[in-house]
């Protein structure tokens, strides 16, 4: 099945620890994205990437860091610089070009224990 | 920097209804735009995208149309189910996706 996987569905971080996020695509998008979700907040811009060795910030790229060393993986980690790292983490895709559609992953939930 | 309004944040509707789920967006300049639906705990699911240059989009019960210049968008839900019952979500595309933050729908039976 062609998709966007996202592991692990949870996570649970101690204080002071770096945790990274897994997303894997076989669709074949050069495009892809991680998107933080928070309580009564629309999504909000990690980073995102749209070619192999290039990545760019987002709106809240503090506390997170990327590496886009193949076209199908964009793993997201969160350092202990970020200091409210609870969320819902969800990861997109889609073709080049910024009149494609748009897919997601099912994301992982993290919690700061 | 572009700001995009979902209203109502809620809605509760009897099995059967129409509806109609509004999304507001303040710069027209965009490529397109996408409605998802998000049920609790679980990621995007697409519904519809609509290009900058098409005024709606349908999908069985589904029907999104698209107002660039006003900056406007509804999704329309003919004969709700309890189904339907989830988080809907619209994003217009620029460089980057911008999201609203939902309309949360219940369809009672």
């Known amino acids: 099945d062609g998709g966007i996987t996202q592991s692990p569905k949870y996570l649970f971080r101690k204080e002071g620890q770096n945790v990274t996020l897994s997303c894997e695509q076989n669709?074949?998008?050069?495009?892809m994205y991680w998107y933080r979700q928070d309580p009564g907040q629309g999504l909000r811009l990690i980073y995102y990437?749209?070619?192999?060795?290039?990545?760019q910030k987002g709106d809240i790229a503090e506390g997170y860091s990327v590496s886009r060393e193949k076209k199908e993986s964009f793993p997201l980690t969160v350092t202990s610089a970020q200091k409210n790292p609870t969320a819902f983490y969800l990861c997109?895709?889609?073709?080049?070009?910024?009149?494609?559609?748009?897919?997601f992953g099912q994301g992982t939930r993290l919690t700061v224990v | 920097k572009q700001e995009v309004t979902q209203i109502p944040a809620a809605l509760s509707v009897p099995e059967g209804e129409n509806l109609v789920l509004n999304c507001s967006f303040t710069d027209s300049a965009i490529y397109n735009l996408q409605w998802f639906r998000q049920d609790p705990g679980k990621g995007l699911t697409s519904l519809l995208l609509i290009q900058s240059s098409q005024r709606e989009q349908t999908s069985g019960r589904l029907n999104a149309s698209l107002d660039k210049s006003s900056g406007r968008s509804t999704l329309y839900i003919a004969a709700s189910q309890p189904g339907d019952s989830a988080t809907y979500l619209c994003a217009v595309s620029g460089n980057q996706f911008y999201f609203g933050t939902g309309t949360s729908l219940t369809v009672i039976p």
């Open positions: 669709l074949n998008h050069d495009a």
């Open positions: 990437s749209q070619i192999v060795n290039d990545f």
């Open positions: 997109a895709s889609r073709q080049q070009g910024l009149n494609t559609e748009a897919f």
